[in-house]
């Protein structure tokens, strides 16, 4: 008998296991048998192997050593173990099963062990909705290779669960259970591969929309009639040499020191995106909509007679107009100037409607503003005046703010001007309109002139106007060219485009669409699109507990289900033996909850043995 040392490898990480051996004659030639494995032993020299073996040989065939107390401590073990494997006594976990169909095995408890755990729940639920949304089968049939289409899925569940720069994602998809759910190595995953997927990627973003898009409308059975339209920016950090796109421009994101794209998305009814398109950092609202209804129709499709929604800022004629060119219909909000020739309709209480509005159910004790709306005919457009309470507060607040800091500029102007350190009248007069520019709400209502003979700043405000503005506090103005909706309707519909913002909010906070790092044209918009594939199935997972009356956000579904893990169980054996289990935990009641709400299988992985 001799004893040899085996190796494996598991995890990244080499596990030794010795094993006794004899030589047997065979017809083929001399074998090694195994009489039963050791374990993984304390380290010793060669010639402590075999003496150990010596020593177990001589105890099995009963005869006792020449000196029994120099005995190594571990051969009575090992003779036990070898007489109850010859015995039937012992059932190795991998050698037969017993008759009520479990693995039969001995366990030194106090050493049992649990490790390599990584995080299951949101990874299972998100790559379940991206089968359900039929992804594989769409990057299928553009030619994708299952290994492309694995990193894909892996890419927008990142951005859905933990978003990460490409630098951060290999680690990230290593701490999860994707290596198990899809029986994959991502240990040599870099960041290049992820670039190259972008490219990848790139070209095929318009046809991989258009495809899911169709996907949804099925699935989820959505109405092509109404979809809303409306815009965002997202800022760089760094330069952007390499996108003729980022330009500086007007930021939503409070960042106008940094260069920016600007996203178009248009949105069903029921909030699911329809297309997005990159604009040039610096584009106007109103110089979008041609295009952003040329993808539409090119993508999904433009029923005739579907609804266009879009806020002021593509509330022009020309706008209009387009919309009427392609046989569609618009809900505009109207610009504020043109509030100004229904003044007396807004003061005049009768023909209002009072809107009741009920609590959002994620948050019942929210207190909705109390909106009355009137509608008015006038030619083949129908407006309707709106006026909320809150707003009324809100308007008064900001305009009280701004005009408080513009007589305190104005206050320090005087002053310059009369302690001569301000001069030339050209030089004032530029001063003057800084002041319009940077107060442009308030401003209107103030005169302001400088006296150059007098040599002094010339300050009066206009009440009528000032009062005038007062009197349209909370108010605004829709237009329509659809004759069929009552004023309650037509104000329904218009609030509905919140959800592109609701969209906009998600793509940029939990999605982490901005900032954007990347530098290169192609991979920016990639990036774009990879936060549009996560928002999809952000909606669907949401929907789906909608539809069951669940009004929980995909943050608190993704906290929940955390704690839903994978992880190996290592059971030291009586034989010495080390047997792994690599398994999901039990899932608690919340998860299993979950699970059944989004018709989710609660099982993750089926066990594995090592």
Known sequence: MFIRKATSKYQGQVYANYQLVRSVQTPKGPRQKLICSLGDLSPRPAAAWQQLAHQVEDALQGQPGLFEGSRQPEVEQIVRQVQARQAGQLVPARSRRGDSGEDLIAIHTDRVQVEYASEAGPVHVGYQFWKRLGLDEILRSLEFSEAVIRLTCAMALNRLIHPASEHAMPGWIRSTALEDMWDVDFKTLCEDRLYRNLDRLYPNRAAIEA??????????????????????????????????????????????????????????????????????????????????????????????????????????????????????RYVVASRQPERDQWLDDFEDSE?????????????????????????????????????????????????????????????????????????????????????????????????????????????????????????????????????????????????????AEAAFRAMKSPLAERPIFHQVERRVETHIFLCVLAYHLLVAIETTLSDHDQHTSWSSVREVLRTHQVVTIVLPTDGGRILRIRKATTPEPEHVALYRLLNVPPEIIRPRRT
């Open 211 to 328: 495809a899911l898009v169709k996907r949804e409308r099925s699935l989820f059975n959505l109405q092509p009639t109404v979809f809303f339209y409306d815009l965002t920016s997202t800022y760089f950090e760094g330069q952007a040499l390499a996108n003729p796109k980022a330009k500086r421009g007007y930021s939503r994101d409070k960042r106008p020191d940094c260069k920016q794209v600007v996203i178009g998305l248009a949105i069903g009814r029921e909030g699911f995106p329809l297309a997005h398109e990159i604009f040039a950092g610096n584009v106007q609202d109103r110089q979008t909509l041609g295009t952003m209804l040329d993808r539409m129709k090119t993508r999904v499709g433009l029923a005739p007679g579907a609804t266009v929604v879009v806020d002021r800022g593509m509330a022009y004629a020309e706008n209009l107009q387009e919309i009427r060119d392609r046989n569609l």
């Open 351 to 499: 023909g209002f409607e009072e809107m009741h509005r009920e609590p959002s159910p994620r948050n019942p004790c929210q207190k909705k503003s109390d909106v009355r709306v009137k509608l008015l005919h006038k030619g083949d457009e129908c407006f309707v005046l709106c006026t909320s309470s809150q707003r009324v507060a809100k308007d008064r607040a900001i305009r009280s703010k701004q005009e408080l800091r513009f007589l305190a500029d104005v206050e320090r102007l005087r002053q310059r001007i009369a302690k001569g350190r301000l001069v030339r009248e050209v030089a004032i007069g530029e001063a003057i309109g800084r002041l319009k520019e940077r107060y442009p709400r308030v401003a209107r209502y103030h005169l302001l002139s400088y006296d150059a003979v007098g040599r002094q700043l010339r300050h009066e405000p206009d009440e009528a106007k000032k009062a005038k503005a007062e009197r349209l506090d909370g108010g605004y103005l829709l237009r329509t060219d659809r004759q069929d909706l009552t004023g309650p309707e037509a104000w329904l519909l218009y609030i509905t485009l919140t959800r």
